[in-house]
């Protein structure tokens, strides 16, 4: 059988990579490409399906290491109506939020995925989703986004990580929740060094004996400043590069910022991927 997820309107197909396009309303996202009105969303929007992308991410809360913490209903106010202009477009539709009263609101306006970089560790989180049909996207940080990237340290990044997606599960799927509901994201950026997020994608293969469809989004973040030397907007060609090895090591789900680039990227990792099966003898 091929591996699958079921989220809120969807059961999405992961025999292929899948693109999720981060479409930020804010006005303080660390890539500068916040939209801060519902018509700008929705150009967003249209361009980055046209582009390629398969799941669209909304987030109304900057988790940038030192950004400002948005109110609960300041963030209700500047998801909830994207969501709902956004069912039209026919793809899932993820929010990305740390807080259940945003989770149940965006559940109820169509959320097919809430994706919480905080692990639904919040109280009352849990809760906000346990009875949805939405799939949960648990991610790894350490520490909080204001101070997360205050010396972080590990004894081994690999196994902790590891270790915290695993209990995390255990923990949703004791309380009621579906593992086909369940994916899972090493949070590359949020609490680690770079020499941690490397060597974490470089084992991102060992997050498959947890059976989960992984998530990656490494799209302009530092980690590829720190190697290639290039600013923010410069870092499409690595984030895509970036990508194909997540892929390579597993990771079924690519979320970035830079869409057509990422597409096609993977159309080239998925063309020789054919070629490789069919000279493959019998």
């Not at 980055?48 to 398969?54: D, H, N, P, R």
């Not at 590829?224 to 600013?231: I, Q, S």
Request: aromatic fraction near 4%.
């Amino acid at each position: 059988m091929s591996p699958s997820l079921s989220c809120g309107r969807f059961r999405l197909d992961l025999s292929t990579p899948r693109i999720m396009a981060i479409v930020n309303v804010t006005p303080d996202s660390f890539s500068g490409d916040g939209c801060t009105s519902l018509d700008a969303a929705l150009r967003a929007a249209e361009r980055l399906i046209a582009e390629g992308a398969e799941i669209l991410d909304i987030g109304g809360e900057s988790s940038r290491p030192g950004a400002v913490v948005v109110g609960v209903q300041e963030e209700i106010d500047r998801v909830v109506p994207v969501v709902e202009a956004f069912v039209q477009f026919g793809v899932p539709l993820s929010v990305d939020t740390v807080k259940p009263a945003v989770m149940r609101e965006s559940i109820r306006v169509g959320a097919d995925i809430i994706n919480d970089i905080s692990a639904f560790q919040a109280e009352g989180a849990v809760d906000a989703v346990r009875d949805a049909s939405a799939a949960l996207c648990v991610m790894h940080m350490k520490g909080r986004p204001e101070t997360m990237q205050i010396a972080p340290r590990y004894d081994s990044v690999l196994s902790e990580v590891e270790g915290f997606l695993a209990g995390r599960v255990q923990s949703l799927v004791g309380a009621g929740v579906s593992e086909e509901r369940i994916l899972i994201d090493p949070g590359f950026g949020f609490g680690k060094t770079v020499d941690h997020n490397f060597a974490l994608l470089n084992g991102l293969h060992r997050l498959g004996v947890l059976g989960l469809p992984v998530l990656v989004g490494m799209s302009r973040k530092s980690m590829l400043g720190a190697v290639t030397g290039r600013d923010i907007a410069d870092r499409v060609v690595s984030g895509a590069a970036a990508a194909i090895v997540a892929l390579q090591k597993g990771a079924r789900i690519v979320r970035t910022h830079d869409v057509a680039a990422t597409r096609d990227a993977i159309r080239i990792w998925l063309a020789l991927e054919a070629a490789r099966l069919a000279a493959s003898p019998e």
